[in-house]
T-cell receptor, first 116, second 113 residues
Framework: AQKITQTQPGMFVQEKEAVTLDCTYDTSDPSYGLFWYKQPSSGEMIFLIYQGSYDQQNATEGRYSLNFQKARKSANLVISASQLGDSAMYFCAMRETSQGAQKLVFGQGTRLTINP | EAGVVQSPRYKIIEKKQPVAFWCNPI?????LYWYRQNLGQGPELLIRYENEEAVDDSQLPKDRFSAERLKGVDSTLKIQPAELGDSAVYLC???????????FGPGTRLTVT
């Protein structure tokens, strides 16, 4: 079963607009964590933002915010005032505990293209 | 502070040949991960180390893949023999115990012909 679902294979946004990247997850663990990573064409995965399942507030990091809706099991990434440098692949990931060990499970990714 | 270092960045080999990838994690990070990322997909965990101990290798194809982390710092991932389906990007990541975020290296892009 898919643990992390990113339904948007590609997104095209005009520069300076806000963009929302969708992510839904599936877990039965009461304690889990949700992450967003950016992967530019250079290949490196860049950590953007983290949300814990027990966090009361939505996480924010600069222009990034995470719209966490626990009942709907969604953890959408919002990028405000998009910039050309935001063009990249974006991956949603969930930390799950398996056989006592924690690991990240990634979604398929969304390719974001910012148009000038 | 230096990030996660991986080498080589690119490797092209013929099938049935051996190949090895090297990773140097961020200084002080005692948890190290190897991931494989197939084209158009997210990374998948192969193995996770806590210091020099492999604590999760359930996804590592042990018939042809092996890994080691001597002295709990650098790590090497080996494939022998390589198959066409092993073509992918191999990513190394590291983190501090108790911290949520993992920091990734640039990856090694392997092409098996």
């Amino acid at each position: 079963a898919q643990k992390i679902t990113q339904t948007q294979p590609g997104m095209f946004v005009q520069e300076k607009e806000a963009v929302t990247l969708d992510c839904t997850y599936d877990t039965s663990d009461p304690s889990y964590g949700l992450f967003w990573y950016k992967q530019p064409s250079s290949g490196e995965m860049i950590f953007l933002i983290y949300q814990g399942s027990y966090d009361q507030q939505n996480a924010t990091e600069g222009r990034y915010s995470l719209n966490f809706q626990k009942a709907r099991k969604s953890a959408n990434l919002v990028i405000s005032a998009s910039q050309l440098g935001d063009s990249a692949m974006y991956f949603c990931a969930m930390r799950e505990t398996s056989q006592g060990a924690q690991k990240l499970v990634f979604g398929q990714g969304t390719r974001l293209t910012i148009n000038p | 502070e230096a990030g996660v270092v991986q080498s080589p960045r690119y490797k092209i080999i013929e099938k049935k040949q051996p190949v090895a990838f090297w990773c140097n994690p961020i200084s002080g990070h005692n948890t190290l991960y190897w991931y494989r990322q197939n084209l158009g997909q997210g990374p998948e965990l192969l193995i996770r180390y806590e210091n020099e101990e492999a604590v999760d290798d359930s996804q590592l194809p042990k018939d042809r893949f092996s890994a080691e982390r001597l002295k709990g710092v650098d790590s090497t991932l080996k494939i022998q023999p390589a198959e066409l389906g092993d073509s992918a990007v191999y990513l190394c990541a590291s983190s501090l115990v108790g911290r949520n975020e993992q920091y990734f290296g640039p990856g090694t892009r392997l092409t098996v012909t």
